[in-house]
């Protein structure tokens, strides 16, 4: 008796997840100025002065906010950049990074 072969008719497919994209975050502080605070953005994040100038003032305004987001690498490179460029002004500014949901 012949043997009946059946292929499987879909191949399996290797699920590829996508990299999770980290935020870059701006905390307030009592001392940085805000002009600098504006500079930094233009700078690092390549925002207009008045997208920079809006991330200033709700960080100023509620304690933090988002910046951008980038891959991983990415964010944590342009969060350091920008921290170190206050720290070399004698400033406190934070940026952080946190991983999106
Ligand atoms: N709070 C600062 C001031 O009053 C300005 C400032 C805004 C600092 C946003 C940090 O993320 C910041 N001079």
Known sequence: MEEIVTKPTTKPQLKVERPRLHKVILLNDDYTPRDFVVTVLKAEFR?????????MTTAHQRGACVVAVFTKDVAEDKATNATDAA???????????????
């Open 47 to 55: 925002m207009s002065e008045s997208q920079a100038a809006r991330v």
């Open 87 to 101: 720290r070399k002004q004698g400033y406190p500014l934070l940026f952080t990074t946190e991983p999106e949901e």
